[in-house]
């Protein structure tokens, strides 16, 4: 059974930090791993999405990387800001049985000004 | 391209109750995909809906339903609601380009 953990669940930092979130999932036969941001009491926000046969990607300042040989991936954040302020969720597809996503517990970041 | 929308945003109800909520995917995904999300168990899957057939299901029970119509939008049915089914809802729909998903706002339901 798939399961993905997150560590930490939370994380202050003051404002211009870098700073890495992990996610890790112990069957590494996953077909796509995605982070997302979720503000409280809203929806999730897609930030990245790595298929299988990628080793990172990257957006603006967010980069995400994945090792399925060691069921793990990292979320980098450069030069932190208080917008970047939510909840980071990875999730990892089943890759047999259509499109469903195994969800973390998250890691909820604070960036203080 | 408008995102996808989930109606309503907010509902209450009593034990015993059903409820049915509505989503609509991104224009062009077929794929329609529920979660509930609970502060206890996080997100979890409840189920995936491909060209108006049941395509995945998760770990719940018969109680939780659902359909979706020939233009992609999808509908969730809970019946005889318990307390535990408080949580929110939410609804994502799937690009054909590496199966991204992308998620509306989410229903809040309480049971009271």
């Known amino acids: 059974k798939q399961e993905v953990t997150q560590i930490p669940a939370a994380l202050s930092v003051p404002e211009g930090e870098n700073l890495v979130l992990n996610c890790s999932f112990t069957d590494s036969a996953i077909y796509n791993l995605q982070w997302f941001r979720q503000d409280p009491g809203k929806g999730l926000t897609s930030l990245l999405l790595?298929?299988?046969?990628?080793r990172e990607q990257t957006s603006g300042r967010l980069n995400a990387s994945l090792d399925k040989s060691s069921g793990r991936s990292t979320l980098y954040i450069a030069a932190s800001q208080p917008g970047d302020s939510a909840t980071y969720l990875c999730?990892?597809?089943?890759?047999?049985?259509?499109?469903?996503?195994?969800f973390g517990k998250g890691t909820t970041l604070s960036v203080s000004s | 391209k408008a995102g996808v929308t989930q109606t309503p945003r907010y509902l209450i109800k009593t034990r015993g109750q059903q409820v049915t909520l509505s989503c609509s995917p991104i224009s062009g995904h077929r794929s329609v995909s529920w979660y509930q999300q609970t502060p206890g168990q996080g997100l979890q899957f409840l189920f995936e809906?491909?060209?108006?057939?049941?395509?995945n299901k998760g770990n719940f029970p018969g109680r939780f339903s659902g359909r979706q119509f020939s233009n992609s939008r999808s509908e969730m049915n809970v019946s005889t609601l318990e307390l535990g089914d408080s949580a929110l809802y939410l609804c994502?729909?799937?690009?054909?380009?590496?199966?991204?998903?992308?998620f509306g706002p989410g229903t809040r339901l309480t049971v009271l």
């Open positions: 994502a729909s799937t690009s054909g380009v590496g199966n991204e998903q992308f």
């Open positions: 790595i298929q299988s046969s990628q």
């Open positions: 809906y491909f060209s108006e057939t049941q395509r």
């Open positions: 999730a990892v597809y089943k890759l047999i049985g259509g499109t469903a996503l195994i």
